[in-house]
T-cell receptor
Framework: KNEVEQSPQNLTAQEGEFITINCSYS?????LHWLQQHPGGGIVSLFM???GKKKHGRLIATINIQEKHSSLHITASHPRDSAVYIC????????????FGKGTHLIIQP | EPEVTQTPSHQVTQMGQEVILRCVPI?????FYWYRQILGQKVEFLVS????????KSEIFDDQFSVERPDGSNFTLKIRSTKLEDSAMYFC?????????????FGPGTRLTVT
C-alpha cells in the first residue's frame, strides 16, 4: 500500500514569497497529481505528472521518480493562493484510484 | 467550461436509511470515481467505474455501497443502510480516458450527515 507524506502540514507566508510544498511516496507509481482544496471543500486539479516538470502560470510541479518525491512551487505568492494543497498518487499495476496525502494548509498573508 | 456536478450539496439522513448521491460527469468522459473525506481527514478512494462496471474498489467500499450509471449522464452512489461513520463529504470525479494518463475532474461534493 502506498503511503503519501506531505510536508509541511501547515505553512504561513507573506505575499510575494516563494512557496515549496513537498510530497514523498513509498512505492512506485504511474502518475502523481497535485490538487487544490478551497475552504468550501471543492477540489481542483492543478497538475498530473509522471516525469519531469510542468508549469502553469505561477505554479510549478516537479517529480523525481527515482527518489519518489515531488514538489509544488508557487512563485510570487498571493493571498488568493491560500488553500489546502494535496498530493495524490496512482499506483502502478493498473490501479485507478488516487491515494491522497493529508494536505498542506497554506496561508498567504498580505 | 464543462464541469462535474453533484446533487444534493447537503444531505441529512437518519442512521439506517438509504441514501443516493448523484453526479453528472463531464459528458465525453469515460472513467468515473467516488471519493470521500471525513471531516478533518484526508480524501479516500472508494470506487472507480468504467464501461458500466466497477473497475477498482477500496476496502471501504463494502456491501453497503453500490454504484450505478442508470442513464447516459448520471452516476450514482448508493449507501443502503447508513451509519454514523458514513458522515463525510463525498466527491465524484471523472476522467476523459485511460486510467493514468489524464487528470481527474472533481465535482463540488455532497456533504452527508448521518444522525
Amino acid at each position: 500500500k502506498n503511503e503519501v507524506e506531505q510536508s509541511p502540514q501547515n505553512l504561513t507566508a507573506q505575499e510575494g514569497e516563494f512557496i515549496t510544498i513537498n510530497c514523498s511516496y513509498s512505492v512506485g507509481i504511474s502518475a502523481l497529481h497535485w490538487l487544490q482544496q478551497h475552504p468550501g471543500g471543492g477540489i481542483v486539479s492543478l497538475f498530473m505528472l509522471s516525469s519531469g516538470k510542468k508549469k502553469h502560470g505561477r505554479l510549478i510541479a516537479t517529480i523525481n521518480i527515482q527518489e519518489k518525491h515531488s514538489s509544488l512551487h508557487i512563485t510570487a505568492s498571493h493571498p488568493r493562493d491560500s488553500a489546502v494543497y494535496i498530493c495524490a498518487v496512482i499506483a502502478g499495476g493498473g490501479a485507478d484510484g488516487l491515494t491522497f496525502g493529508k494536505g498542506t494548509h497554506l496561508i498567504i498573508q498580505p | 467550461e464543462p464541469e462535474v456536478t453533484q446533487t444534493p450539496s447537503h444531505q441529512v439522513t437518519q442512521m439506517g436509511q438509504e441514501v443516493i448521491l448523484r453526479c453528472v460527469p463531464i459528458s465525453n468522459h469515460l472513467y468515473f470515481y467516488w471519493y470521500r473525506q471525513i471531516l478533518g481527514q484526508k480524501v479516500e478512494f472508494l470506487v472507480s467505474f468504467y464501461n458500466n462496471e466497477i473497475s477498482e474498489k477500496s476496502e471501504i467500499f463494502d456491501d453497503q455501497f453500490s454504484v450505478e450509471r442508470p442513464d447516459g449522464s448520471n452516476f450514482t452512489l448508493k449507501i443502503r443502510s447508513t451509519k454514523l461513520e458514513d458522515s463525510a463529504m463525498y466527491f465524484c470525479a471523472s476522467s476523459p480516458s485511460g486510467r493514468v494518463s489524464y487528470e481527474q475532474y472533481f465535482g463540488p461534493g455532497t456533504r452527508l450527515t448521518v444522525t
